[in-house]
């Protein structure tokens, strides 16, 4: 057992597979010029404001049922249930559901430069790379992540969306191959109905170097759990870890004024070869934006 809401396969706990991802770093000439350019903030894309606005609807529009219904239950009805279902869906609910909707809108005003330039890793990897608006499912759509990693970069920086979009199709698609050699299998396991479900993220930041004078090189460890998910007779839901990834992380990040931004949007990613599966195994293309 993983912990009290998370299940491994029966034959136990995934074996970690690991990956090594490496960006370029500048020179010192080209570290001069990228410090000195203006970063100014840049308007949140159309995919985060069609996700944003659907996640706040869903919000309000729960919020007002619960609270009408709570209502209803507790003006029509006596009993014990009107507690749980009336006060409960009024007072505890709606308000819940409430503030859900309150956060959505708030991602509309965040902004994708950042002043720590871990805060910058985890927005390149966790927001965009793996697609923060990813719900069910392993990763986002393709435009909320460009959408978003364009954010985090100086619009003096080139942003080629054909060429990144590539490669962050192609680093999903390392990832999912490793995830599927143990995940494909866990999907049989008695009594069946396994789906696809969102996964679990955590980003380790384990050390930093300055190259240049406002130049960080960070080292990062990320761990990454697929999970898998059913429900029962009753309702009751189940989820397994079918997949454990760590990547590691090193990548440049470069200071413009008070805020950090990444050198190189698509550094390569290998396999460790300890781990390494012929079906799996991939180095993606470097493209270093400069």
């Known amino acids: 057992m993983a912990n009290a809401n998370y299940y491994y396969p029966k034959n136990g706990e995934p074996k970690t597979v690991h990956f090594d991802i490496t960006g370029n770093r500048p020179t010192e000439e080209e570290a001069r010029s990228l410090t000195a350019i203006p970063f100014n903030k ?56 409430l503030i859900f909707a309150i956060y959505n809108l708030t991602k509309l005003f965040r902004s994708g430069r950042k002043k720590k330039p ?24 393709l435009n909320y992540a460009l959408g978003t990693l364009e954010r985090a970069v100086p619009s003096a920086i080139a942003f080629d969306r054909n060429n990144i979009g590539d490669y962050i199709n192609e680093l999903r698609t390392v990832l999912s191959l490793a995830m599927d050699e143990t995940s494909l299998p866990a999907r049989e396991e008695p009594p069946g109905e396994w789906k696809e479900a969102s996964s ?41 870890i079918s997949a ?34 012929p079906a799996a195994s991939a180095e993606i293309f470097n493209i270093s934006v400069q």
């Open 42 to 97: 840049k308007p949140v894309s159309i995919e985060e404001v069609k996700d944003s606005l659907k996640w706040f609807a869903i919000g309000l529009v729960g919020a007002v049922f619960l609270w009408f219904f709570g209502q209803w239950v507790i003006t029509s009805f006596v009993g014990p249930g009107v507690l749980f279902f009336g006060f409960g869906g009024a007072y505890v609910a709606a308000p819940v559901s």
């Open 200 to 240: 679990l993220k955590s980003t380790r930041i384990e050390n930093s170097t300055e190259i240049y004078p406002g130049v960080l090189e960070l080292c990062a460890t990320i761990s990454y759990s697929d999970v898998l998910s059913r429900s029962d007779a009753n309702n009751k839901q189940y989820n397994m």
């Open 244 to 277: 454990i990834l760590e990547l590691h992380v090193t990548s440049v990040f470069i200071k413009a004024g008070k805020y950090w931004y990444p050198y190189d949007l698509t550094p390569a990613i290998t396999r460790r070869e300890e781990f390494n599966s």
């Open 118 to 141: 871990e805060d910058s890793l985890k927005w390149v990897w966790e927001t965009s790379y793996f697609g923060e608006d990813a719900v069910g499912v392993r990763f986002g759509k």
